[in-house]
């Protein structure tokens, strides 16, 4: 994932061996930005701890904007293009009607081509959810 924000702070992090990290971290989304050696961090300065809940808070507010795109016409209309022109039929099994769109990748994700999205019935979406 990449940042692009412009609200970052040097944070401590302890890693599960205790040994202290400083992390650039954007206060944005969570991201850790980079890596600071010790040597290079000044020590004088009371560093907060590295904010795991920011990243959950950003990955959530995500999932809720994705929850409302589901719902948009927008993606009601990219839906049943994607249906017709696989006509119905899983592409997975080939064999069962087609009942959900799933994702090929999520890289253009609000703005997909419909080459990154594919018909599937319920039983072999869930085959794919389950392998990832």
């Known amino acids: 994932m990449e940042c692009s924000h412009d609200k970052t702070e040097i944070r401590y992090f302890v890693q599960c061996n205790k040994v202290i990290q400083y992390r650039h971290q954007c206060l944005i989304c969570g991201e850790h930005l980079k890596t600071f050696k010790k040597k290079n961090i000044d020590l004088s300065i009371k560093y907060k701890e590295f904010d795991k809940g920011i990243i959950l808070r950003w990955r959530e507010k995500g999932k809720e904007k994705y929850r409302e795109y589901l719902g ?37 994700i609000f703005h997909e081509e419909l080459s990154e999205l594919v018909s599937l019935c319920t039983k072999c979406h869930k085959i794919i959810h389950n392998k990832q």
């Open 72 to 108: 948009s016409t927008e993606w009601k209309i990219k839906r049943k293009q994607v249906f017709d022109r696989d006509v119905h039929l899983c592409q997975r099994c080939l064999s069962c009607y087609a009942s959900e769109v799933h994702h090929l990748t999520y890289a253009n």
